[in-house]
């Protein structure tokens, strides 16, 4: 691809980072593309290995979904899951997989939430080369989550971070739907999309807002899994969705 993977751009070494309006762009190409994968099908597919290194950047910037040599079909009809030997990218992969070898495409939503932190923070999801409590994402972000104030620590120094801070903070909220322990009450890709689509369309007015309070306070609707109900694909996104998403830190990553 003309303009390589994102994880090229998104290295310290890279001399093209990424603006953040490209990267609120091609996290929704992916989140598209991980959408036709799991619903739009005839069959489901699990893309197993979702990481920055497989998207890639087409010459207008777009992000297309790359290398499906580890994707596997999802499961048959009547099944919950497919069981399958654990490999991948170690900072990436969901908790449930690796310590069950049971696979779902609710794995490559764990996949897609540790990606959006790798577009806030600029960083790897494991890092050998950082200071020891700095190395795994994941670990080092959650103390940041809880305060407004804190949380623009995380954000990558190559942005302007006081004209995204709001965005960003939408971004997490995202990310930690899909980071929640129990992969059932992980949203859909479908019902992602719908949220990374009102983050895009909101993000030139965002920064006219107040910033949130907090992103780990942050709750889902009451129509989302929080209860388990229902949601089809066609139905609208709540547009305060991002003010009234409370999950239980417990239950997050």
């Given at each position: 691809m003309p303009n390589r993977s994102v994880e090229h751009h998104l290295s310290p070494r890279s001399e093209t980072p990424l603006p953040w309006s490209r990267r609120l762009k091609i996290a929704q190409d992916a989140a598209r593309g991980l959408t036709y994968l799991h619903e739009e099908m005839d069959f489901q597919i699990i893309f197993r290995d979702f990481k920055s290194s497989n998207i890639l950047l087409d010459e207008h910037w777009n992000a297309k979904l790359s290398d499906f040599g580890l994707a596997r079909l999802g499961p048959a009809e009547g099944l919950t899951h497919v069981s399958i030997a654990v490999v991948g990218t170690m900072g990436y992969a969901a908790p449930e997989y690796i310590q069950t070898g049971r696979l779902t495409s609710k794995s490559d939503v764990w996949s897609y939430g540790v990606f959006l932190y790798e577009l806030i923070t600029g960083r790897r999801p494991l890092d050998r080369n950082r200071p020891k409590g700095e190395q795994k994402l994941?670990?080092?972000?959650?103390?940041?989550?809880?305060?407004?104030?804190?949380f623009?620590?995380?954000?990558?120094p190559r942005l302007e971070r006081k004209h995204i801070f709001k965005s960003a903070q939408r971004l997490a909220v995202i990310a930690n739907r899909c980071l929640v322990r129990n992969p059932k009450n992980r949203p859909k890709m479908s019902e992602v999309l719908e949220m990374m689509d009102q983050v895009v369309k909101s993000s030139v007015s965002a920064n006219q807002q107040p910033p949130l309070r907090s992103v780990a306070s942050a709750e889902a609707s009451p129509d989302t899994d929080i209860k388990n109900k229902k949601r089809t694909i066609d139905s609208k996104p709540d547009c305060n969705w991002f003010r009234i998403w409370r999950p239980k830190l417990l239950r997050t990553f």
């Amino acid at each position: 691809m003309p303009n390589r993977s994102v994880e090229h751009h998104l290295s310290p070494r890279s001399e093209t980072p990424l603006p953040w309006s490209r990267r609120l762009k091609i996290a929704q190409d992916a989140a598209r593309g991980l959408t036709y994968l799991h619903e739009e099908m005839d069959f489901q597919i699990i893309f197993r290995d979702f990481k920055s290194s497989n998207i890639l950047l087409d010459e207008h910037w777009n992000a297309k979904l790359s290398d499906f040599g580890l994707a596997r079909l999802g499961p048959a009809e009547g099944l919950t899951h497919v069981s399958i030997a654990v490999v991948g990218t170690m900072g990436y992969a969901a908790p449930e997989y690796i310590q069950t070898g049971r696979l779902t495409s609710k794995s490559d939503v764990w996949s897609y939430g540790v990606f959006l932190y790798e577009l806030i923070t600029g960083r790897r999801p494991l890092d050998r080369n950082r200071p020891k409590g700095e190395q795994k994402l994941l670990d080092w972000i959650r103390p940041y989550l809880s305060d407004g104030k804190k949380f623009q620590i995380i954000l990558d120094p190559r942005l302007e971070r006081k004209h995204i801070f709001k965005s960003a903070q939408r971004l997490a909220v995202i990310a930690n739907r899909c980071l929640v322990r129990n992969p059932k009450n992980r949203p859909k890709m479908s019902e992602v999309l719908e949220m990374m689509d009102q983050v895009v369309k909101s993000s030139v007015s965002a920064n006219q807002q107040p910033p949130l309070r907090s992103v780990a306070s942050a709750e889902a609707s009451p129509d989302t899994d929080i209860k388990n109900k229902k949601r089809t694909i066609d139905s609208k996104p709540d547009c305060n969705w991002f003010r009234i998403w409370r999950p239980k830190l417990l239950r997050t990553f």
